[in-house]
């Protein structure tokens, strides 16, 4: 059986200076964002992205993912601890992003940065949706090191199956790497595969939709559930209930714009 290994959130301290391995996580996907749309712009040079597109829309979606990502914690699982502890709202260093929150505040950047461009939302959704998952799995990475998150309780006799010390001392399922795995890995091969060939305007959107919704819904039946603004359930997680829109849109999506497509065409 393994046992988490605890380790110090701080990763450099230089004085008073302190970096969090959270932190670093969240600019290791920044920069794979990054070095991803680069390596997209060069397979795809009639994608309507340049260099300079991709480093405009960056800032853009630092501020969306922090900003969004936070009130999402804040407003969707932990309203009342927050409330009674505002000043912790700001000390995102400590962990407690929501991906919900922080999709809204990308959707929110996107249809400001489409509206800077004067070009469709879905061209840019398009675009974006590949290079979001390898950031996802370095946030769960991140959830990890930081021993936040932990798992459902496991059989001893799962090989993987681990402790973490500052919960109990039960075997849990390490869920932030099942995570990281599905929702991140294996969603970034399924697009990038996917926004090879042409699609209809929409689709890629759709598939990561489709994607992430369906992979988050299965991880959270291992992952312990947060208690959210609908209570603590063993059944249907907070995670759950959120990710079950985004798979309805993902599939009305496809739908329309394989029909829009069709049309077109005609």
């Given at each position: 059986?393994?046992?988490h290994?605890?380790?110090?959130?701080?990763a450099?301290?230089?004085?008073?200076l302190?970096?969090h391995w959270y932190?670093?996580?969240?600019?290791?996907?920044?920069?794979l964002?990054?070095?991803l749309?680069h390596?997209?712009?060069k397979?795809?040079?009639?994608c309507?992205?340049?260099?300079?597109?991709?480093?405009?829309?960056l800032?853009?979606?630092?501020l969306?993912?922090?900003?969004?990502?936070?009130?999402?914690?804040?407003?969707?699982?932990?309203?009342?601890?927050?409330?009674a502890?505002?000043?912790?709202?700001?000390?995102?260093?400590?962990?407690?992003?929501?991906?919900?929150g922080?999709?809204?505040?990308?959707?929110?950047?996107?249809?400001?940065?489409?509206?800077?461009?004067?070009?469709?939302?879905?061209q840019?959704?398009?675009?974006?949706?590949?290079?979001?998952p390898?950031?996802?799995?370095?946030?769960?990475?991140?959830?990890?090191i930081?021993?936040?998150?932990?798992g459902?309780?496991?059989s001893?006799?799962?090989?993987?199956?681990?402790?973490?010390?500052?919960?109990?001392?039960?075997?849990r399922?390490p869920?932030?790497?099942?995570?990281?795995?599905?929702?991140?890995?294996?969603?970034?091969?399924?697009?990038?595969l996917?926004?090879?060939r042409?699609r209809?305007?929409?689709?890629?959107?759709?598939?990561?939709?489709?994607g992430?919704?369906?992979?988050?819904f299965?991880?959270e039946?291992?992952?312990?559930?947060?208690?959210?603004?609908?209570?603590?359930?063993d059944?249907?997680s907070?995670?759950?209930?959120?990710?079950?829109?985004?798979i309805v849109?993902?599939?009305?999506?496809?739908?329309?714009a394989?029909?829009?497509?069709t049309?077109?065409?005609h």
């Amino acid at each position: 059986m393994l046992i988490h290994p605890q380790f110090d959130p701080v990763a450099i301290q230089l004085g008073p200076l302190a970096i969090h391995w959270y932190g670093l996580m969240y600019l290791v996907g920044f920069g794979l964002f990054l070095w991803l749309g680069h390596v997209r712009i060069k397979q795809q040079p009639d994608c309507g992205w340049n260099g300079k597109d991709l480093d405009d829309f960056l800032t853009w979606a630092v501020l969306g993912v922090i900003a969004g990502g936070r009130l999402g914690e804040v407003l969707f699982y932990q309203p009342g601890y927050y409330l009674a502890h505002p000043a912790e709202i700001l000390m995102v260093w400590k962990g407690g992003m929501s991906f919900h929150g922080g999709f809204i505040g990308v959707l929110v950047a996107m249809l400001l940065f489409a509206r800077k461009k004067k070009v469709s939302f879905w061209q840019i959704s398009d675009f974006v949706a590949p290079l979001v998952p390898t950031g996802l799995a370095a946030g769960r990475i991140g959830n990890f090191i930081n021993g936040e998150l932990w798992g459902r309780i496991a059989s001893h006799d799962l090989p993987w199956a681990m402790i973490f010390p500052h919960v109990d001392a039960m075997p849990r399922h390490p869920s932030q790497l099942y995570q990281a795995a599905l929702e991140g890995l294996t969603l970034f091969v399924i697009l990038w595969l996917f926004s090879a060939r042409r699609r209809p305007l929409g689709q890629v959107s759709a598939v990561f939709l489709i994607g992430y919704g369906s992979f988050r819904f299965i991880a959270e039946f291992f992952r312990t559930p947060d208690a959210g603004i609908f209570g603590q359930s063993d059944i249907i997680s907070m995670g759950q209930w959120l990710s079950v829109p985004m798979i309805v849109a993902g599939l009305a999506l496809y739908r329309w714009a394989a029909r829009r497509d069709t049309v077109r065409q005609h």
